[in-house]
């Protein structure tokens, strides 16, 4: 059963056989923590929103529509998550602390990719939450700008140029803080 699909999976849950969330968790763990990550440049915090979002998969599992896509539903919970999160934390710009970003390979990284990479998450910490997020789920997560725009509510026009100007803006930060470190 571990080779069903994520969608049949999750209907086994509904019907009662809880033990197939295991499955859900070991496809899904992972991703969800590196959103949060990305979210909230916390690990403890991720640690716990991942916890607290498959408690909820758990929980409110009657509300998932067979058919629809798990993929979507899952981060639509979790993006819940962050914003009740954030919510509490009222601002949360000056919690930023640098954290390692689980790695998706097992490869060792030279320096100048490492150096890269801080200097991207310095950039998108300057991001607004919401542009932040939305690289997250593209960029960073692989979600399709149709499962985008469900979980936001528009059109997939509108995450299109939304996408677009967020890169614009995060090149020009990365660009501004590498030459801040050089210059």
């Known amino acids: 059963m571990s080779d069903a699909s994520d969608e049949l999976l999750m209907v086994t849950v509904q019907k009662g056989q809880l033990d197939m969330l295991n499955a859900l968790m070991n496809r899904y763990q992972k991703r969800v923590y590196n959103y949060f990550l990305k979210c909230t440049m916390n690990a403890a915090d991720s640690a716990d929103l991942t916890q ?23 981060f639509q919970i979790a993006r819940n998550q962050v914003k009740d999160h954030f919510r509490k934390m009222k601002v949360h710009n000056d919690r930023f602390n640098p954290v390692e970003v689980i790695p998706e390979k097992e490869d060792e990284k030279d320096e100048l990719q490492y150096e890269r990479e801080q200097t991207l998450m310095q950039a998108m910490k300057r991001l607004p939450e919401d542009k932040r997020e939305l690289l997250v789920l593209s960029k960073f997560q692989g979600l399709k700008y149709e499962q985008i725009a469900e979980l ?6 509108a995450i299109k140029v939304q996408v677009h100007r967020t890169i614009k803006q995060l090149k020009e930060l990365y660009f501004e803080i590498e030459n801040n470190l050089n210059g």
């Open 52 to 74: 607290n979002t498959f408690i909820r998969v758990m929980k409110y599992r009657k509300s998932y529509k067979a058919g629809s896509s798990f993929e979507t539903w899952l």
């Open 152 to 157: 936001r509510d528009t059109s997939v026009s």
